[in-house]
């Protein structure tokens, strides 16, 4: 009978093996009887095991770290699962008009006057009113065409434009004309000319010709 109590206990010693793993202090027994061979390959068996816990372990943090950043994203507001994403945005040509030049201060401006009418001393007396209002006015003189019925054209070199526009903002309706020979600005009064607009009229902006659109922009 109690050769037949160790053979059951034996089996259900087998079947508790295969169900835990063993403690440390059981391992410790076990290496103590097992040949070279044999304990190298129960070594190998638990290094085995153990990289196999080692990963378990790995993708259950990634999975507890995952959701909990999607749980975050949703909490704050940054991530709608239900929604779909923004499309992005189609790069091209911005089709927005350039903001027009803003006014200079009047002394930062040199301007020439030229008349371009019949009218005797019409030149002279709009550079005094220019220098009244502090611009730099070094020439005075008679316009080598005549200007037309225009109020005022103001021609200007390329890196002048800022410059012209401001003394435009004086003349009423005022034509603004890039010179790539010119050397300085010069404002040609026209027979249109009558007076020059308020300081606190100015429209200088609206005076300078609208830029050209990029290419693949609609006209308008």
């Given at each position: ?9 034996g089996?259900d010693?087998?079947r508790d ?5 063993a403690s440390?202090?059981?391992?410790e027994?076990?290496d103590?009887?097992l ?9 190998g068996q638990?290094?085995s ?16 770290l995952?959701v909990?950043g999607g749980?975050a ?10 929604s779909d994403?923004e ?9 927005q ?11 930062e ?6 008349n371009?009418t019949?009218r005797r ?5 709009v550079?005094a009113?220019l220098?009244?209002r502090g ?12 200007a037309?019925?225009v109020t ?21 309706d005022a034509?603004l004309a890039?010179?790539p020979?010119a050397?300085?600005v ?6 249109g ?6 300081e606190d009229?100015?429209?200088?902006p609206?005076?300078?010709p ?11």
């Amino acid at each position: 009978m109690a050769r037949r109590r160790d053979a059951h206990d034996g089996v259900d010693g087998d079947r508790d093996d295969a169900v835990l793993p063993a403690s440390d202090e059981f391992d410790e027994q076990i290496d103590d009887g097992l040949d070279e061979e044999s304990y190298r390959r129960l070594s190998g068996q638990r290094r085995s095991r153990l990289w196999r816990q080692r990963a378990v372990f790995a993708v259950i943090v990634a999975l507890v770290l995952a959701v909990g950043g999607g749980a975050a994203l949703v909490y704050t507001g940054r991530w709608d699962p239900g929604s779909d994403p923004e499309p992005a945005a189609a790069s091209g040509p911005s089709c927005q008009a350039p903001a027009p030049p803003q006014l200079l201060p009047p002394a930062e401006v040199s301007v020439a006057v030229l008349n371009g009418t019949d009218r005797r001393g019409l030149a002279a007396t709009v550079a005094a009113e220019l220098r009244t209002r502090g611009f730099v006015v070094p020439d005075v003189a008679n316009a080598p065409v005549p200007a037309g019925p225009v109020t005022a054209v103001v021609s200007y070199p390329p890196a002048q434009l800022q410059q012209a526009v401001t003394v435009g903002a004086r003349f009423p309706d005022a034509q603004l004309a890039e010179d790539p020979a010119a050397a300085a600005v010069a404002v040609s009064l026209g027979d249109g000319y009558q007076q020059l607009l308020a300081e606190d009229a100015l429209s200088a902006p609206a005076a300078a010709p609208a830029a050209p659109l990029p290419a693949g922009c609609p006209p308008g």
